[in-house]
């Protein structure tokens, strides 16, 4: 596994960035939304996968990042690269306060929340609240992606936007599962009363989770409302957080097994658009299937790193 | 007064339709501890099969015997529907980890949903009148006889299944499995035949619901079951899920919610202030109004 994940992780990044010169508009724009769902998924894994909390809301935190940047963009014409700060910010304050009074429920009751946190976001962005959130029709017209004065109109430039995001993200949560922070995620995912016990203070970790998942998909929100230059309330909806949360599950709690698990959950059924109307009800068979071949995914997680100086050669079978 | 006495009596009836498909939600998780997301979608179905036991079987007869036909037969096919749910889908996933079944259960949603979508189209559907249209007029407030029957059947219902959960001995080895399932096993329960059961009576209970659903909107869509089914299961969620009066109290509190935002606040705003209502009961009593405070298993 070790050896494989060596070849295939530069090889992955090298087909990744020829890609978009191989495809044509329509498939160039399934691989920017491919890049940004799994952002938006990876995110999702620090919540659902590294810690354990069954969140299924997601897309509130997406929805959040791409409407500060196209409220930012529009009213008060920030560019868009600028306003990246805030779309991360923004959305990762939300996740910090939102998971406050929340992250103590049990398991279901959690899940059930943050569909509601989904829900009650959506309607306020069609009721138009506070009059900047454009109502059930979205904001659109959102300038293009500039940088430094070069004009990165094409759809191209969006997708490498989208791949620098994703790479970013990558890094993020490679650092991650090094870092203490996600050690201390990782152990109280597997036990929380033993986590508890050796001192880790398990209320904070799980709202820095929510806070960081919130921001990265922040991020990934930015990326969204540049790709379509608009953004739009059923863009967030809560069925978008139960496509996020089956692409953890389906893939598996892992880098590879996320990418999969958009791979399967969104570009599959882009590739059988033909047979518009008999794909989903094969796509819910295959669901079914692959939980019952593969219950923990299809790339599960591995044990979380841990430092090598906490391995001692001969404690390996304890 | 008027307003208020007129929503009284719609969240009742909205209430007493939440009720009913909120006990599946309910029965199933309080054995199997599994949110069956393809509930909703069961629900929708059984508006379906309804309208085409109507049109095919019964020639379109809506005398009272039919009626009665039509629901039962409606809950007896998605009775058996219920039980290959079960089969085929979340079976083979007992011992698996527990949010692998809730993806299949999403799964099965899917299928269910468009099951229904390329049997019977996308277009909504138009529910046909099995009950005389009479309404009585109280001083402004108006009740429709539909309205009457959808409450006093699902009371009638609702009392039936909890004095059969309670006081049989069917009922007791409900209970017995969902407080712990090898444990009843080891007390001669055949887990598996609850299970099956508790699938039968959800499903019929759900079938019902649907029937209703149908007759009080009239228009029917092959996706109207998520948003039925959701707002069951936060209902069921509401009462404390697992619970068998907490769904019946949360179905009711909720439809007279739902109607009262309905008719004084604004019906664009219902799902938000459901939703607040939910998350603020859930931090003050974190297993609903009824739900015991257990902690969970470690």
Known sequence: MKELQKFAYPIFFVVMAILPHLLDDRWQAVAITFLIFAVVALSQDIILGKSGMFNMGQALFFGMGAYTTAILNNEYGWSIIATIPLAIIIPALFGILLAGPIVHLRGDYLLVVTIGFNIVFVQVLQNNLGGITGGPNGI??????????????????????????????????????????????????????????????????????????????????????????????????????????????????????????????????????????????????????????????????????????????????? | MDTFLQQLAN???????????????????????????????????????????????MGQATSLVAVIVIFLLTALVMAVVGIILERLAYRPLREAPRLSAVVSALGASLVIQNGIMLIWGPRMRIFPELVPQIYWDFDGVVISM??????????????????????????????????????????????????????????????????????????????????????????????????IPGAMLGGMLLGLFNAFIAGYVSSTWADAFTFILLILILIVRPTGILGERVAEKV
């Open chain 1, 140 to 318: 659109f017209g959102l300038d293009s992606l500039r940088f430094l004065n070069f004009d990165l109109t094409s759809q191209i430039s969006v997708y490498y936007f989208a791949f620098v995001v994703l790479l970013l993200t990558l890094w993020v949560m490679h650092n991650l599962a090094g870092s203490k922070p996600g050690r201390a995620l990782h152990y109280l995912r597997e036990d929380q009363l033993a986590a508890e016990s050796i001192g880790i203070n398990t209320r904070v970790y799980k709202i820095f989770a929510f806070g960081l998942g919130a921001g990265i998909a922040g991020l990934a929100g930015t990326v969204y409302a540049t790709q379509y230059s608009a953004v739009s309330p059923e863009a967030f909806e809560f069925i978008q957080s139960v496509l996020f949360f089956s692409i953890v599950l389906v893939g598996g709690s892992s880098v590879p097994g996320v990418l999969i698990g958009v791979f399967v959950m969104f570009v599959l059924p882009e590739i059988f658009r033909e047979f518009a109307t008999w794909r989903y009800f094969i796509f819910g068979f295959a669901m079914i299937a692959a939980m019952i071949l593969r219950p923990r995914g299809i790339w599960p997680a591995t044990f979380g790193k841990i430092p090598k100086f906490l391995i001692k050669e001969n404690n390996h079978g304890a």
């Open chain 2, 11 to 57: 969240g009742l009836t909205i209430g007493s339709m939440f009720a009913l498909v909120a006990l599946g939600y309910t029965m199933v998780y309080g054995v199997m501890r599994l949110i069956n997301f393809a509930h909703g979608d069961m629900v929708a179905a059984s508006a379906f099969v309804g309208l085409t036991i109507y049109t095919q079987v």
């Open chain 2, 146 to 243: 539909i309205q009457v029957i959808i409450l006093v059947l699902s009371l009638f219902l609702m009392v039936a299944l909890y004095l059969f959960v309670e006081k049989t001995r069917i009922g007791a080895a409900i209970r017995a499995s969902s407080i712990d399932q090898d444990a009843a096993r080891l007390m001669g329960i055949n887990v598996n035949s609850v299970i099956a059961l508790i699938f039968i009576i959800g499903s019929s209970l759900g079938a019902v619901g649907g029937l209703f659903i149908g007759l009080y909107y009239r228009g029917i869509t092959f996706n109207m079951g998520w948003q039925y089914g959701l707002y069951a299961f936060i209902a069921a969620i509401l009462g404390g899920i697992g619970n």
